[in-house]
C-alpha cells in the first residue's frame, strides 16, 4: 500500500493557495457530463453535494434516514470554531493551527490542519449568509464562547443547537440544488458495498431501505462522509443509526484505515442508569464554560447529597491539577481526570460512576436568568433525562465515546488509498490527531464540504476525464451478488438473539478493555473475546420478517455484523501503539503523575492498516507525520 | 414496570393496519419510550416474531426521526418533549398505552409505525433557503442583526421537521412548519431578497402536497417538541398577503 499524502510543497501558509493554483480546472460546460456519488448526507456530505452540485455536476446522495436533515451533524451542541479574531484576544489562522496540532497530541498532519483553520473563516461568512441564525450581541454583531483547550474565545453557536443549524443550512443549500436538478437525493438508502474497476472506485451498491431492492449506482467518483464509528461501543453518545459500514467496506476494497484506536471519551455526558439503556447523552462542553467539576475530597462523603458537602470537602480536581486552564481542559484530559477521581471510590451517584458539574457559583455571580439564557435548553434536557432540576442542584456527568478521530486514510486532497475514493468529515483521520478540541468536528465538516473537496474533487475529474462506467458491468455483479449473499447468510441463521443483544455485548468489550484506559493483557483478551463473539453471531442471530420490505432488524444485524470485525482492528491498532497519547491513553506509558506519556521516536506517524483477506492478520503501514512548525511538546495544560 | 400496550400493526403501505396487544415486564421509569419499545422488540426477536417498526435516530431530541402517537397525542403527554425523550416515570404502572404512527393524509404509512414525511422536503426545496453559493458570501459581520430578530429567527429555526404539528391537526395543516421556516428566512436581511418568492412558492406546495389549510385550533403549537410559536403561522400570513398582493401586481422580485 503506498501511502503518498501529496503535501504541497512551500511555507506553510501557502501551501494551499499554491495548491488551488495548480489543481487542474473543469470547464463550466463539461461539468454536466460527470457523475459523483456522496454518501451521508450531515455537514461534510449535505455541503459537499450542495457546493458541488452548485458548480453544475450531476450529484446523486444517500443517506439512510429518512430524510437528508437528520444527518447526526444534527445533534452537536456547542459550537464551530473560526479563526475570526472578532473578540481581539489575539486569535489567527496560525493559533488555531497550533491549538488544534497541540490539541491532538502531535498526531495529526500540519498541512491539512492549516488548511482547515484558513477556512475556518469563510465557513462563518458561508453559514451567515445562508441564515444560520448564530448568537449575536445587542450592537447586533455575532457572539462568542470559550471552549476546551484554548485561551480565546472563538466559538461561534446557536443556542446549544449549533450543529443543528449548521445541518439545517446545509441542508438548505442542498434542497435548493434538488429543485434546480444538479443533486438527485436517495433517502431511506443504505451503502452496502463499493465498486472497482482498474483500481479505481467507479459506484456503490445501495439496499433501499423501503423496498430491499439491491441497486449499482456508477459514477466517475465515490465521496464517503459517512462520520465515524463510535457506535462500536454500543453506548456513546451517536445516534443509533450511526455505523462503521460504508467506511468499512472501503477499507474491505482496499482503502487504508489509519488509527481507528484515537476515539474520544467525552467527558460531561449524563451517566448510565442501567441495562435497558440505548445511548448515552452529551451535555455541552460549553458548559464548562460556567460550570465547576468536582468530586468529594472523601470517600465517605460520596453518598451524600450534594449540598450536604461543604466546600472544604470538596475537590475541584480540573481547577486543582490545570490551573491555567481549570474547568476547560481538553476533552481526554478530563475525562480521564474523572476516571482517577470514580477510581478511587469518590464517584457519585449510584452506580459511583460520576462527577459533579455545579453552577452555583455562576448563579450566584450572573443570576439564574443568565446561565438560563446560554445553556436553557441543555438544563431542560437534563431535567428531561433525570427528572432532576440542575438549577438546584449539580449535574451528574461521566465521560462516554463521542467521537473517532480515526478513519480512512486520505492524502491532502481527501482521497483515500482507493483511487477516486474520497472520504471527508469524521470519517476521514487527517485532522484532529489523537485528540480533537470541542467545536472543531463542525468546522472539520464543513470546510472539508464546501470549501475543500470542491476543488480537489474538480482536480481528480480533470485529470481524469468522463470515465462513464457501466452500472451493468461484471464488477457492479460480482459486488451486487455478493450484498445479496451477506444479506441472505444474516436472514438464515434463524438463531434466538436480537443483534441489539449481540452489539451490547460488543460493547462491554470494547468499552471494558479498550475505553479510557487501555493494557496489553486487556487489549489482548479483546481479541480473544471478539471473534468468539463473532462466531455467536454467526450462529445465534435471529433476523425475523424478510428482506425485501423495512427491516429494522435487518440494517442493524448488518451493522453489527461489520462491527464485529472492526472491532478487532480498532483494538490491534491499540495493542500496536505502545505509547499513550491523545485520546489513547495506554497504562503502560504513563508520567509520574499519571499523564499520557507520548513516544515520538517511535510513534509520531499515522498508523494506516491494509485488509488482507477474511481471517487475515491485516497489515500495518506507516505515514511519518512531520513537525516543521508546531515544535513537539509536552502537552502542557497546567 | 408492567404495561399493556396496543400498537399500530401495518405489513406496508397498500396492506389494512389494526391494533394488535402486547404485555412488556420489567420496564424500568428510568428507561425513555423508546428504550421500552427496544425491549418489546427484543422479546418479539427471541421468539421469531417480527419486531415492530418505528422510526428513531439520535435519541435526544433533535433529528426529528421519531414519530409516535402516544395515547392520542403525538409525542405522547409530556409538554415539550419527542417520544424519544419521554420517559416511563410519567406512565403508572400497570397501564395501557396505545402507539399508533402520524395519522394524516399527506404522511402515508410506509409499515406499522412508520411513514412517509418528504412532503416536508419538498416544502423545502421550493424555497426553504437563501441563495448562495459557497464562497460568495461577505464577511459574517457586515451585516449587524439586531439582537430581538437573531433570537426570532432562531425561535423559528428551532424546528426539528418532526411533523407531530401535521399529525395533532384535525386538517392535517402544515402551516406551523412551513411558517417556521418562512419567519426565520423571512426575517433575517440575507433572506429578504427572496421573501416574496418564498412564501408564494412555499405555501403552493404545501397546498398541492394535500396538507389542509389552518382553522386556528392551536393543536399543533400544544404538541409541538420546540414549542414554536402561532406567532410564526401569523408572520407568514402577513407575509403571504403581501406577497399575493405584490403578485397580482406583477412586482414579486
Known amino acids: ?638 | 414496570m408492567k404495561l399493556k400496550l396496543r400498537i399500530w400493526r401495518q405489513e406496508s403501505s397498500g396492506c389494512k393496519g389494526r391494533m394488535v396487544e402486547y404485555e412488556v415486564d420489567n420496564i424500568s421509569e428510568n428507561s425513555s419510550f423508546l428504550e421500552m419499545m427496544d425491549l418489546l422488540n427484543e422479546d418479539l426477536v427471541s421468539e421469531g416474531k417480527e419486531a415492530v417498526a418505528f422510526d428513531h435516530d439520535c435519541r435526544e431530541g433533535i433529528c426529528g426521526s421519531c414519530s409516535l402517537t402516544i395515547n392520542g397525542i403525538p409525542h405522547g403527554p409530556q409538554k415539550a418533549t419527542t417520544a424519544c425523550q419521554l420517559h416511563m416515570r410519567h406512565f403508572d404502572d400497570g397501564q395501557t398505552i396505545s402507539i399508533e404512527p402520524w395519522n394524516a393524509r399527506p404522511f402515508p404509512v410506509i409499515k406499522d409505525l412508520v411513514v412517509n414525511r418528504s412532503a416536508f422536503d419538498k416544502i423545502i426545496q421550493s424555497g426553504g433557503y437563501i441563495s448562495v453559493r459557497a464562497g460568495s458570501a461577505q464577511d459574517a459581520n457586515a451585516i449587524p442583526i439586531p439582537k430581538q430578530d437573531a433570537d426570532f429567527a432562531m425561535d423559528a429555526a428551532a424546528c426539528i421537521g418532526c411533523g407531530a404539528c401535521v399529525a395533532a391537526c384535525k386538517n392535517a395543516s402544515a402551516m406551523l412548519f412551513t411558517s417556521a421556516k418562512v419567519s426565520q428566512l423571512n426575517t433575517l436581511p440575507q433572506g429578504k431578497p427572496e421573501k416574496d418568492r418564498r412564501v408564494l412558492n412555499m405555501v403552493k406546495t404545501m397546498d398541492q402536497a394535500g396538507f389542509g389549510n389552518c382553522t386556528n385550533y392551536g393543536e399543533c403549537e400544544a404538541v409541538c417538541p420546540k414549542e414554536i410559536s402561532l406567532d410564526m403561522i401569523a408572520k407568514m400570513n402577513r407575509d403571504y398577503a403581501v406577497a399575493s398582493v405584490k403578485n397580482f401586481f406583477g412586482t414579486v422580485a
Open chain 1, 1 to 638: 500500500m503506498k501511502l503518498d499524502s501529496k503535501i504541497p510543497d512551500g511555507p506553510i501558509s501557502d501551501k494551499w493557495k499554491n495548491h488551488k493554483f495548480a489543481l487542474k480546472l473543469v470547464n463550466p460546460a463539461n461539468k454536466r457530463k460527470y457523475n459523483i456519488i456522496v454518501v451521508g448526507s450531515g455537514l461534510a456530505g449535505g455541503s459537499c453535494a450542495a457546493s458541488l452540485g452548485e458548480l453544475g455536476y450531476n450529484v446523486q446522495c444517500f443517506c439512510y434516514q429518512d430524510s437528508a436533515r437528520r444527518a447526526h451533524s444534527i445533534a452537536a451542541q456547542g459550537g464551530i470554531n473560526s479563526a475570526k479574531n472578532y473578540q481581539n484576544d489575539g486569535d489567527s489562522a496560525y493559533r488555531l493551527f497550533y491549538d488544534t496540532v497541540k490539541g491532538g497530541d502531535f498526531r495529526s498532519r500540519e498541512a491539512n490542519v492549516h488548511r482547515l483553520a484558513e477556512v475556518s473563516e469563510n465557513i462563518i461568512d458561508q453559514c451567515v449568509a445562508q441564515g444560520v441564525p448564530f448568537a449575536r450581541e445587542y450592537g447586533g454583531l455575532l457572539a462568542n464562547r470559550s471552549f476546551g483547550g484554548a485561551q480565546v474565545s472563538r466559538t461561534f453557536y446557536a443556542r446549544g443547537q449549533t450543529g443543528q443549524q449548521l445541518l439545517l443550512g446545509a441542508y438548505s443549500s442542498l434542497s435548493k440544488q434538488v429543485s434546480v436538478g444538479t443533486v438527485k437525493m436517495y433517502p431511506r438508502t443504505e451503502m452496502l458495498d463499493i465498486v472497482k474497476e482498474n483500481g479505481s472506485a467507479v459506484g456503490i451498491i445501495t439496499r433501499d431501505l423501503v423496498t430491499g431492492e439491491i441497486k449499482s449506482w456508477a459514477a466517475d467518483c465515490v465521496v464517503l462522509a459517512t462520520g465515524g464509528y463510535g457506535t462500536v461501543f454500543n453506548l456513546s453518545t451517536n445516534a443509533i443509526g450511526c455505523n462503521v459500514t460504508a467506511t468499512f467496506k472501503a477499507y474491505k476494497k482496499g482503502a487504508g484505515f489509519a488509527n481507528p484506536c484515537y476515539t474520544q471519551i467525552h467527558p460531561t455526558c449524563i451517566p448510565q442508569e442501567g441495562e435497558h439503556q440505548s445511548k448515552l447523552t452529551l451535555m455541552s462542553e460549553s458548559l464548562r464554560n460556567d460550570g465547576r467539576v468536582w468530586v468529594p475530597k472523601f470517600k465517605e462523603d460520596a453518598d451524600k447529597h450534594p449540598s450536604e458537602i461543604a466546600e472544604d470537602r470538596r475537590d475541584y480536581y480540573l481547577e486543582r491539577k490545570y490551573p491555567s486552564f481549570g474547568n476547560l481542559a481538553p476533552r481526554d484530559i478530563s475525562s480521564r481526570s474523572a476516571k482517577e477521581a470514580c477510581d478511587d471510590g469518590r464517584g457519585i451517584g449510584t452506580t459511583g460512576l460520576g462527577v459533579y458539574l455545579d453552577f452555583e457559583d455562576a448563579i450566584k455571580r450572573l443570576g439564574e436568568s443568565a446561565i438560563r439564557e446560554r445553556y436553557g435548553n441543555l438544563f431542560d434536557m437534563y431535567e428531561c433525562i433525570t427528572g432532576e432540576n440542575a438549577y438546584q442542584r449539580p449535574m451528574r456527568i461521566y465521560p462516554a465515546v463521542h467521537y473517532t478521530m480515526g478513519g480512512l486514510w486520505v492524502d491532502y486532497n481527501l482521497m483515500t488509498t482507493i483511487d477516486g475514493c474520497f472520504a471527508l468529515g469524521e470519517a476521514n483521520f487527517s485532522d484532529h490527531g489523537a485528540n480533537r478540541l470541542g467545536a472543531s468536528a463542525l468546522m472539520q465538516g464543513l470546510s472539508d464540504g464546501y470549501f475543500v473537496s470542491p476543488y480537489t474533487i474538480s482536480g481528480y475529474l480533470a485529470d481524469n476525464g468522463v470515465k462513464d462506467p457501466d452500472p451493468e458491468s461484471d464488477a457492479f455483479k460480482q459486488a451486487e451478488s455478493e450484498v445479496k449473499e451477506r444479506i441472505s447468510t444474516l436472514m438464515s441463521i434463524k438463531g434466538k438473539k436480537s443483534a441489539r443483544h449481540f452489539h451490547v455485548q460488543l460493547g462491554k468489550i470494547m468499552w471494558e478493555y479498550c475505553g479510557m484506559a487501555r493494557n496489553e493483557k486487556g487489549l489482548k483478551k479483546a481479541l480473544d473475546l471478539i471473534p468468539q463473539l463473532r462466531e455467536d453471531f454467526y450462529k445465534d442471530l435471529s433476523v425475523p420478517g424478510s428482506s425485501d420490505s423495512l427491516n429494522n432488524e435487518l440494517e442493524r444485524a448488518g451493522r453489527v455484523a461489520d462491527h464485529l470485525e472492526f472491532g478487532e482492528l480498532l483494538c490491534r491498532d491499540a495493542l500496536e501503539r505502545r505509547e499513550s497519547c491523545g485520546g489513547h491513553f495506554r497504562e503502560e506509558y504513563q508520567t509520574d503523575e499519571g499523564e499520557a506519556q507520548r513516544d515520538d521516536e517511535n510513534f509520531a506517524h499515522a498508523a494506516v492498516w491494509e485488509y488482507k483477506g477474511k481471517d487475515q492478520v491485516p497489515a500495518r503501514h506507516q505515514e511519518e507525520l512531520q513537525f516543521d512548525n508546531v515544535k513537539l511538546a509536552v502537552r502542557s495544560y497546567k
